[in-house]
């Protein structure tokens, strides 16, 4: 096998291939140039996207030229695979404005040098389609019968399927195709609940471009995809108790980032340090070889080292040491502020845990109270008429306040 695709598959991103010895020889004969696209349907990726895109710069790193497509287009409709109802449709000012915000991200992983990785958006060719002769053209190189036969249109079909919804397929064997014409692309590459999108793709490259079965056939395409990620615990990956671990650190902070990492099952941790990190295996496996908690502190900074950069990571470090081993500076831990007199007149301690975590309610930290999961300063406080004044700060004068096991916020008094 082609010492890159052994690669992503010795790292675990393989699952199927449309013809992997072929695929193979293909790559042996020089750079093949492959894509993989995701919808902006929101402002931002969140960590489960972004699969794929680690695949991508393992591929370029081997020669290959890839190209990252950014739905503008396709997300005006919603992808149905994977998923159990119509997705929520935004306007197109949206998502053109998402689009700015995930090509932003991604160049800033990717770096987008328009020779060795390209950004393109499928709102260029997409937008301006005439429907009647986009069914003359592709519409009529599609079996409704083997559309019907795939997972994702046969799991939505017992719910409910929009027209509009089937319609998305055709959407993206066109991009493919598009893409073999604009950039001799050859190759897609994405999540396993996109392998009827991806083989659609190919198939149509054939039926439109011909194709013989001769290996230097530029006109033969494929498709790989890799397996759907979840955790060792049941829950899909990138996902919290809040919601989705997002890119955008105005959506989930750098510490929240980093304690995500640190705290996935000790199942998870050398198959994502293999899947999010770029370290070689034969260092993860000495890693692996050590302490589990070294391990899973190895593979939060390591990838918060990709996501946010140098710095960030080592402040997320930092405040992470400094909130669970007294180690590190709490300078960088998560940091809120309250006024400093009405702490002096005193304050409610469900009050205060409410002040100091936006988005909770008085209910959630009056119920983490009473299950004695607050703390202040290393105290537990189970009284929810409990009033903490000035005299319960620490000698800086501050709080540092514990809410369950792993959550840890420095109070500030301003």
């Known amino acids: 096998m082609n010492k890159a695709l052994e690669e992503l598959k010795q790292r675990g991103f393989y699952a199927q291939c449309t013809d992997a010895d072929r695929l193979s020889a293909r790559m042996d004969a020089g750079p093949i140039t492959f894509y993989v696209g995701c919808d902006p349907t929101g402002p931002s990726l ?13 591929l370029r790193e081997a020669g290959n030229i890839g190209i990252a497509l950014v739905g503008g287009g396709t997300a005006r409709i919603g992808d149905p695979s994977g998923k159990t109802e119509m997705r929520k449709m935004i306007s197109y000012e949206q998502i053109d404005d998402n689009v700015k915000h995930i090509e932003a991200q991604l ?205 960030e990571a080592d402040k997320a470090l930092s405040g992470a040491k400094a909130a669970f081993s007294g180690e590190g500076d709490k300078a960088h831990m998560p940091t809120a502020e309250i006024s400093k007199q009405t702490v002096e007149q005193g304050m409610n301690v469900v009050d205060l845990f409410a002040a100091a975590q936006p988005g909770t309610t008085k209910s959630d930290n009056r119920r983490l109270v009473e299950q004695g999961g607050a703390s202040v300063n290393g105290t537990t406080v189970k009284d929810v008429h409990a009033v903490i004044t000035l005299k319960d700060a620490d000698n800086d004068g501050e709080f540092i306040l514990k809410a369950g096991k792993k959550k840890i916020i420095r109070i500030i008094l301003k």
């Open 107 to 311: 160049n800033k992983f990717i770096g987008f040098d328009n020779k060795t990785a390209y950004a393109d958006n499928n709102k260029n060719w997409l937008a301006d389609l005439n429907y009647i002769d986009f069914l003359r053209d592709i519409g009529s190189c599609f079996s409704v019968n083997k559309m019907l036969s795939f997972e994702a249109y046969k799991q939505r079909l017992e719910r409910g399927l929009s027209f509009i919804e089937f319609n998305y397929q055709l959407l993206q064997a066109y991009d493919f195709y598009m893409l073999h014409q604009r950039h001799n692309c050859a190759l897609q590459i994405g999540g396993d609940d996109q392998w009827g999108n991806i083989t659609a793709g190919v198939d149509l490259i054939r039926r439109k471009m011909g194709g013989t079965t001769e290996l230097n056939d530029m006109h033969e395409c494929f498709g790989l995809t890799f397996p759907l990620i979840l955790r060792a615990d049941g829950k899909k990956m990138g996902k919290s108790e809040k919601g989705a671990i997002f890119l955008d650190p105005a959506l989930t902070s750098v510490f929240d980032f980093f304690q995500y990492w640190r705290n996935v099952p000790d199942a998870d941790v050398r198959r994502f340090l293999l899947l999010f990190t770029f370290l070689s295996v034969e260092e993860i496996d000495k890693i692996c070889a050590g302490d589990i908690n070294e391990a899973k502190e190895r593979l939060a900074y390591e990838a918060t080292l990709v996501i946010h950069g140098q710095e």
């Open 46 to 58: 969140h960590i489960g996207h972004m699969v794929p895109f680690f695949a991508l710069r393992h």
